[in-house]
């Protein structure tokens, strides 16, 4: 029985692990902390680490993901994201992380504002973590866009 509870509070603790990086990663992206960000990702990997941008083509590499995201945060005065429909499964040494990313970003100023128009965007987003003597590293991010209803049913025809 001990051996069973120990086992349970392990996996408790590498699911409170893989959160709190993935929330780390969210909370980078909404300070524009490029240094911190870089520092989530697997180190070395110039090969397997990869991402998808909603819209994006695959980008593979340790370099061109990075760049990626120096892009984002140079054109993006504000983003937030608000995380929903969260879940964590592992297996080993790795962790997938599914959820809704609900983002609220901003452009620059237009016209003297402080703030360009808000925008909102619905993702959905897998972000794969392996875990790796400094803890938990993002291997790869997929980002999907969610479509918007247009509130007419598919394959209804107006009558003329």
Known sequence: MSRDRDEQAEAAADIAAVE??????YEAMERGDFEELSGLWLPGED????CVHPGWPVLTGRGEVLRSYALIMANTEYIQFFLTDVGI??????ALVTCTENILSGGPAEDGNEL???VGQLVVATNVFRRTPD??????HH???VLAETGEEEGEESSS
């Open 20 to 25: 709190e990086a993935n929330t780390a990663f």
């Open 116 to 118: 360009g128009p808000l």
């Open 143 to 145: 980002g999907s866009p």
């Open 135 to 140: 803890g938990w590293k993002l291997w790869s």
């Open 89 to 94: 499964s592992m297996t080993g040494d790795t």
């Open 47 to 50: 090969l397997t680490v990869s």
